[in-house]
C-alpha cells in the first residue's frame, strides 16, 4: 500500500515508520524544512517538504495514496505561543482530513490521546465510555477538538476515520515530558516524589505502532475507536520501577499536592515571563494533568486487532538503556 504519513519524525511517528516499512509499504511522509529525516531516508521514503497547515503539500503527498496516518501535533503541555495548539492540533486536524477526503483515500488513521477524555464517570473507562466535562490542559482541549472535527467530517463526508488514544507512552527516543521525567530521575534531578497515588495507564511506543499499523490493514473498522495501553501503575509504583531498572535510589521527599501545585503556579509564571519552559516541566497544565487519574481498558486492541501488550519494565528498561548510552 502507499501510505501518506504526518509527524514520522517524532516519537510515535518514527515507530509507525518504521513498522510500516517491514511490512514493505511505499511511504510517502510530510515534513519540515528543519525535521530530521535521517530514519525516512533509511527506510527510502518519499519526503514531502510541507506541513499540516498547507493543504497545498499535503494534497500533492496524498496523490494516489490508499492510507493516511495522521501523528502530527504539538505534544507540550508548556509553550510560550499557545495558538500552535490551535494552529496544528485543531485546524491543522481539518486540514489533513479534507485534503484525505478530496484525495479518495481508503483509511485514515488519525492518531489523539487518551486525555481526551478528562476524567469519566466509568473507572476504568472504555473507548465508548461518555468523555468527562473537563479537560486539564490546553493540549488535551486542542486534541478533543480537533477529534470532533474528524468525526464530523467521518458523520457527514464519509471521511473513512480510526481513531487510536494512546495512555502514557515509554520507550526508547522519547524526548517529550515521560521520557524527561526519567531522565531527571536516573540524573537524580527529581529532589521529591509528586502525586503519589495518581494512577495512569502506560504504553510501550512500540505496541502503539502495532495498533495503528494494525488498524490501517484490518477491514470494515471504519468509524473504530482503540485505546492503546494496558498496565495501570501509579506515580509512586513508575517511580520505584525506574529506581530498580536504572540503580539510582527514589527520592526521600514526598511534596503534598497543594505545594506542588502552587509551585507549579510560581514556575508558570516565570516561564511567561522568560518564554523558557518551567523547571522540571512543572507547568500549571502539566501538574493539572499529572493529578489525574487516566484509567482505561486498551483490551479492545487486543481482542480486534491481535495485539499483545509489552510489559512497562520491558519499556523503561530500554529507555533507560537509550538515555544511558547518550549519556543521560
Known sequence: MKVFVTGGTGFIG???IERLAQDGHELRCLVRKTSDVRLLQEVGAT???????DKASMLEGMEGCDWVANLANIYELWVANRQIYTDINVHGTRNVMECALEAGVSKVVHVSSSVIYGKPAD??????????PIRFSEYAQSKYDGDLIAWELCERKGLPLIMVYPGAVLGPRDDKASGRYIQNQIS???????FTETVYTWVHVRDVAEIIVRALAKE??????YLAGNQRLSYQEFAEMI?????TPLPRLRLPNSLVRMCAAILTWLAK?????????????QIKTMGQDIQFDGSKAERELGIAYTPIRTALEEAIASYKARGA
Open 220 to 225: 470494515g473498522n471504519v468509524g473504530e475507536k
Open 273 to 285: 515571563l522568560t518564554r523558557r519552559p518551567p523547571l522540571l516541566d512543572m507547568s500549571v497544565d
Open 243 to 247: 529506581c530498580d531498572v536504572s540503580g
Open 14 to 16: 518514527s515507530n509507525v
Open 188 to 194: 537524580r534531578r527529581v529532589p521529591a516524589r509528586v
Open 123 to 132: 473507572c476504568p473507562f472504555a473507548e465508548e465510555s461518555p468523555v468527562g
Open 47 to 53: 519526503l514531502i517538504t510541507g506541513d499540516v497547515t
